[in-house]
């Protein structure tokens, strides 16, 4: 009996150590061995609701680090409103603030579309990537016109930076196989070029010189 007892009051000494190690340190740390004071504190949440004051804070933070088209500040202070909610008495004024900042020079489309054409072009991309880019950002066919001139005149210099950089058709070590002609040919058509000059680069022999079609 006496057994018993002491088991029993070891037992009821441990249930209260135990609680007591619950009450002073916290469940996360006490495998560490520390107090729940060295715990570490919540990340204060940094997400608010837009109005129409904050919203206009957002589009002068974006223009001021981005180049941009109207379509592309419109889906980036839409994308705004979605994840931190508005709260305002009135609607969002986005293509208000968006006609006020082409007003102040902020956006030009027409220029947004002749630098991104000349970088892209730089890069070794065709027409058809810069075609695609200018319509992802929304760029009508009238803003886009000096900026299409601009990628169909350096179609060429493109072509060869492609290539140049793939190592391929006159800029390869050796002559390739036919598969891998293949592989390098849809590369070339995904880049945006056309075909009959990415064909002229891709079956050229290692060290041919491609001339410019007139």
Not at 102 to 131: C, E, F
Request: with cysteine; glycine share 4%.
């Amino acid at each position: 009996m006496q057994i018993v007892f002491l088991t029993h009051q070891l037992a009821v000494s441990d249930n209260v150590i135990d609680n007591l190690w619950r009450l002073n340190f916290d469940p996360t740390v006490a495998q560490k061995g520390q107090p729940s004071h060295f715990k570490a504190k919540p990340l204060k949440n940094s997400v608010k609701t837009l109005d129409q004051e904050s919203l206009h804070r957002l589009a002068i933070r974006y223009v001021e680090r981005y180049a941009t088209s109207r379509k592309k500040l419109a889906d980036y202070l839409n994308r705004k409103i979605r994840e931190r909610e508005w709260q305002d008495a009135d609607p969002p004024a986005i293509e208000q603030l968006i006609e006020r900042f082409v007003a102040q020079g902020y956006i030009d489309d027409a220029l947004y579309a002749q630098n991104k054409a000349s970088a892209l072009t730089r890069r070794g991309y065709g027409t058809r990537r810069v075609s695609h880019a200018l319509y992802q950002a929304g760029i009508s066919e009238a803003d886009g016109r000096e900026a299409f001139q601009i990628s169909e005149a350096n179609k060429w210099v493109a072509a060869d930076k492609f290539a140049r950089k793939r190592k391929i058709g006159p800029y390869a070590e050796s002559q390739q196989d036919t598969d891998k002609c293949r592989k390098q040919l849809q590369a070339f058509l995904r880049a945006g070029h056309d075909f009959d000059l990415a064909n002229r680069f891709v079956f050229a022999k290692p060290g041919e010189e491609i001339t410019v079609e007139e």
